[in-house]
């Protein structure tokens, strides 16, 4: 029997693309949030959840951090996908003519000079697949939207400009999450694990933490703080590094942070994408 695998956007978005470009035996079940994304997980309805968690360009997606500690799933894989920006217009219409691009607010700056070199304003939209859909729908050749060729094929438009971001390399990182972990090492590239930490209310406690990393070997390609609770003293810490724990190097690094932590917790451990570098 086939699974299913989540995602947050309706049919055509980009989370849709990282599915069938990532897990293609899986069928994609499309979520209005990222919270529904990983209520589908847990309760069942799929196996899988792809959840996207920071774009080269924009930077990390918002709240993301703070689901993922908290969602019960665990880290299974990544998927990088290359966000190409497109502007899709109802059939017949004409790039010269669109007046208004619609898109999701993270989107429109990534193509903000191609609209501003062709006078076409930027209107936000909940989703990129939604706008798309809301575009066929209007049959308006005055209006366009900014999302994929997928969105395109999925709701009948046409594709009036391809690649329209701005930056060449606009990349969406996204973690594939399941209800149990799998610790295995598995596939021929490099493992990745990602975990959480709080420092303990000691001087130079986070520089001892990670000191560990730094004299056993372990390279670190990610290291993130934000706020827990609203609070400005209660600071919480997301990493990535090289490595598998069961490997000696990490293995020590991670005795050596937990000595140092009042918290540490893995959330996945995880075959590098080979698309990371």
């Given amino acids: 029997m086939i699974g299913r695998i989540s995602f947050q956007g309706e049919p055509?978005?980009?989370?849709?693309?990282?599915?069938?470009?990532?897990?293609?035996?899986?069928?994609?079940?499309?979520?209005?949030?990222?919270?529904?994304?990983?209520?589908?997980?847990r309760s069942g309805e799929a196996e899988l959840g792809m959840i996207?968690?920071?774009n080269s360009t924009y930077g990390r997606v918002a709240d993301v951090h703070h689901l993922l500690p908290n969602s019960g799933l665990h880290?299974?894989?990544?998927?990088?996908?290359?966000?190409?920006?497109n502007l899709l217009g109802v059939p017949g219409a004409r790039l010269e003519n669109v007046r208004e691009a619609h898109g999701h607010v993270v989107i429109l700056p990534q193509a903000a000079g191609f609209l501003k070199a062709h006078g076409i304003r930027g209107k936000v939209s909940s989703d990129n697949a939604r706008a798309a859909r809301e575009v066929a729908e209007a049959r308006d050749p005055t209006r366009a939207a900014l999302a994929s060729e997928l969105a395109a094929e999925i709701y009948g438009l046409d594709v009036l400009a391809r690649h329209i971001e701005d930056q060449a390399n606009n990349t969406t990182r996204f973690l594939i999450m399941a209800r149990e972990p799998d610790m295995r090492r598995r596939g021929p590239g490099r493992m990745m694990t990602t975990f959480i930490f709080r420092v303990r209310n000691i001087p130079a406690a986070l520089y001892k933490a990670l000191g560990g990393f730094a004299t056993n070997g372990v390279n670190m390609t990610k290291l993130e703080s934000y706020m827990v609770g609203g609070s400005f003293t209660a600071t919480q810490f997301y990493a990535d590094i090289e490595g598998h724990p069961d490997d000696p190097n990490v293995k020590l690094a991670l005795e050596e942070l937990r000595y140092f932590t009042s918290e540490c917790r893995i959330l996945g451990t995880y075959p590098a994408s080979p698309r990371r570098d």
């Fill in 75 to 85: 880290i299974v894989g990544e998927a990088f996908v290359r966000v190409h920006v």
């Fill in 12 to 41: 055509g978005a980009y989370s849709h693309q990282a599915c069938r470009e990532a897990r293609p035996e899986h069928d994609p079940l499309p979520c209005a949030t990222f919270d529904e994304a990983i209520e589908a997980v």
């Fill in 52 to 54: 996207a968690v920071e």
